[in-house]
């Protein structure tokens, strides 16, 4: 009887063990997927193109989809040459209720959801009331979840 006490103790304890290490991968964070590169915010000066609600980003992953945003303005020449099958355009705003003195953009894979955390750091300068931003970076499945995070820093 204390052998079959024993044993269910250790069976017990090697399944307790074996899902507590299964949840703590599931929660672990991968590497941050990557930033191919942050364009300039110049690419939005002059153009009039249709790119979401003011706090939200749009996840562009086909020449087609760049082409209706833009519908009759032409596409600034930096975002001509995406390579859509290795990667993803993410453009996207937000309201800033100061200057902007620095914008860090970070893209984090947790599963199969991501990430897109931009810091803006603020000043005490002007009023930068529409911060518009494009960044390209590795290709992000279709129908991927992806949210948006904005920090704003004074």
Known sequence: MRK???FSALALLVFATVGCDKNKEEKERLPNA??????PNQIFSGVDCIYGKMGEILIINSQEKLNKIYKNANIPKKLENINFDKETLVIGSCNSTNGVEKVEHQFIKEGDKYKYILT???NYT???VHLKFAT?????PNNSEVIFIANLKL
């Open 4 to 6: 079959i006490i024993l």
């Open 126 to 128: 002007d009023q930068v």
């Open 120 to 122: 803006v750091y603020q």
């Open 34 to 39: 990557k930033i191919i590169k942050v364009l």
């Open 136 to 140: 390209i970076v590795e290709k992000i």
